[in-house]
T-cell receptor, first 114, second 112 residues
Framework: DARVTQTPRHKVTEMGQEVTMRCQPILGHNTVFWYRQTMMQGLELLAYFRNRAPLDDSGMPKDRFSAEMPDATLATLKIQPSEPRDSAVYFC????????????FGNGTRLTVT | GESVGLHLPTLSVQEGDNSIINCAYSNSASDYFIWYKQESGKGPQFIIDIRSNMDKRQGQRVTVLLNKTVKHLSLQIAATQPGDSAVYFCAENRAAGNKLTFGGGTRVLVKP
C-alpha cells in the first residue's frame, strides 16, 4: 500500500533548538498538508502546498515555523527556535488535489520540547 | 500513543452492537465529507466519504448518512468489534482542492 512517510517518529529537544520534520508524500499526489494535533486544539491546519507551491500557511506562526517542498518527494516543517508550547504531534497528509478525494495521513512526528 | 483530547465525547459500545457517531458541520457550502479513524500512535485513517449530492453511502460494516438540511453527518458501524476502538473524526471540504477542516472527534470504546 502506498503511504505517507514521516520522520522522525519521535523527537525530544530542548527549548531554543531547531527542529526539522520530514514527510514523503504518496507518489503522484500533488497536494501536501501539515497538521498539528494537541489535546486542547485537536487537528489544526498549519500549511498547504499544491504542486510544491505554498498556498496557505495562515495557520502557522511565521516567526518560528517554516514549511518547504524542496522537491515533489519531500516536504519539510522547521521550527526555529522551538518552544515548549510547540509540543504536539505533527502530521503530514497528501492528496490528489481534487475537492472530492480524501487526504492520506502519515503516522506523525511526536515532538516534545523541554 | 497520542491522546487527542481529555474532553472528547466518548461512546461506549458492547462488542457486537451497532455504533452511531454524530457530527455537526457549520458550512452549508461544504460539498464533500470524510470520516477518519485514528488509533493510538497512528495518523488518521480514511474510512469512508460522501459527496453532497448523496445522502447515504455504504462500505464494509460502515454507513455514512448526510443530512444537508440540518448540516449533520453520521457514521454507523455495524457489529462493532474491539478493533473499532479508536477516535473518529469527521472532516469537511470547505473549498476546492482538498483543504479539509476537522471536527473535534469522538472516542469509541468497545467493551468485550
Amino acid at each position: 500500500d502506498a503511504r505517507v512517510t514521516q520522520t522522525p517518529r519521535h523527537k525530544v529537544t530542548e527549548m531554543g533548538q531547531e527542529v526539522t520534520m520530514r514527510c514523503q508524500p504518496i507518489l503522484g499526489h500533488n497536494t501536501v498538508f501539515w497538521y498539528r494535533q494537541t489535546m486542547m486544539q485537536g487537528l489544526e491546519l498549519l500549511a498547504y502546498f499544491r504542486n510544491r507551491a505554498p498556498l496557505d500557511d495562515s495557520g502557522m506562526p511565521k516567526d518560528r515555523f517554516s514549511a518547504e517542498m524542496p522537491d515533489a518527494t519531500l516536504a519539510t516543517l522547521k521550527i526555529q527556535p522551538s518552544e515548549p508550547r510547540d509540543s504536539a504531534v505533527y502530521f503530514c497528509a497528501s492528496g490528489l488535489g481534487q475537492g472530492d478525494s480524501p487526504l492520506h495521513f502519515g503516522n506523525g512526528t511526536r515532538l516534545t520540547v523541554t | 500513543g497520542e491522546s487527542v483530547g481529555l474532553h472528547l465525547p466518548t461512546l461506549s459500545v458492547q462488542e457486537g452492537d451497532n455504533s452511531i457517531i454524530n457530527c455537526a458541520y457549520s458550512n452549508s457550502a461544504s460539498d464533500y465529507f470524510i470520516w477518519y479513524k485514528q488509533e493510538s500512535g497512528k495518523g488518521p485513517q480514511f474510512i469512508i466519504d460522501i459527496r453532497s449530492n448523496m445522502d447515504k453511502r455504504q462500505g464494509q460494516r460502515v454507513t455514512v448518512l448526510l443530512n444537508k438540511t440540518v448540516k449533520h453527518l453520521s457514521l454507523q458501524i455495524a457489529a462493532t468489534q474491539p478493533g473499532d476502538s479508536a477516535v473518529y473524526f469527521c472532516a469537511e471540504n470547505r473549498a476546492a482542492g482538498n483543504k479539509l477542516t476537522f471536527g473535534g472527534g469522538t472516542r469509541v470504546l468497545v467493551k468485550p
